[in-house]
């Protein structure tokens, strides 16, 4: 069946470095790839999102890049602050016959150490 | 607006038992979903519905039931608790048909069952 490969599961890095995180998906007819961020205990939020007619989009110190060829995409953190600490999931959506299919990643844990 | 909310926040329940978990949403969304997230792991999808009277399968319904007889709401239904169900419970609400299908997530409740 359909799934979303994500990696790194663990990330650390050091405040103010980079920090990216890949996805991979499998079904061909995603056309929507949302990414979201839990803080310990709390829910998950919607951080940023990309379209398939989109190749990448940037918000502040967030980006995401999609690969449609390769069915890849990334989410792109930079000047990390110890608040982006957190578990990232992405996911890939499509809006198939039978409704709206949405399929997550298993999820990064960062850790931005200060 | 509210959002979506969840009750309630926390539960605990012997094994047997039976309970529903409240999930109303106030953004007028037409598709509507329960996670289950166990600890230190990702989400599974338990049931969705596109609509009031469309409810359907995701990947772990077993034990489950829902309703959607009103677009706000969408209890989900816990029949004869068993340990494996000890979980923290996600409701999620979007537009279905729009260009926008990022999930909205309630809070969240976190239920043990002993």
């Known amino acids: 069946g359909e799934n979303v490969e994500q990696h790194p599961s663990t990330l650390s890095v050091q405040e103010g470095d980079s920090a990216v995180i890949k996805c991979t998906y499998s079904?061909?007819?995603?056309?929507?790839f949302p990414w979201y961020k839990q803080e310990l205990g709390k829910r998950p939020q919607l951080i940023i999102d990309?379209?398939?007619?989109?190749g990448e989009k940037k918000d502040q110190r967030i980006a995401v890049t999609l690969n449609k060829t390769a069915k890849h995409f990334s989410l792109h953190i930079t000047e990390t602050q110890p608040e982006d600490s957190a578990v990232y999931f992405c996911a890939a959506s499509n809006r198939g016959t039978g409704g709206f299919k949405t399929i997550f990643g298993a999820g990064t844990r960062l850790f931005v150490k200060a | 607006n509210a959002g979506v909310t969840q009750t309630p926040k926390f539960r605990i329940l012997k094994i047997g038992q039976s309970m529903t978990l409240q999930c109303t949403q106030d953004?007028?969304?037409?598709?509507m979903y329960w996670y289950r997230q166990d600890p230190g792991m990702g989400l599974k999808l338990i049931y969705y519905?596109?609509?009031?009277?469309?409810?359907d399968k995701g990947e772990v319904p077993n034990g489950y039931n829902v309703s959607r007889s009103t677009t706000e709401d969408f209890p989900l239904r816990l029949e004869l608790a068993a340990p494996s169900q000890t979980s923290v419970y996600f409701c999620?609400?979007?537009?279905?048909?729009?260009?926008?299908?990022?999930?909205?997530f309630g809070s969240g409740t976190r239920l043990t069952v002993v």
């Open positions: 953004m007028n969304h037409n598709y």
């Open positions: 990309i379209r398939s007619n989109v």
């Open positions: 999620a609400s979007s537009y279905g048909d729009r260009e926008n299908y990022g999930y909205t």
């Open positions: 519905s596109v609509g009031a009277g469309i409810t």
């Open positions: 079904d061909s007819a995603s056309n929507y």
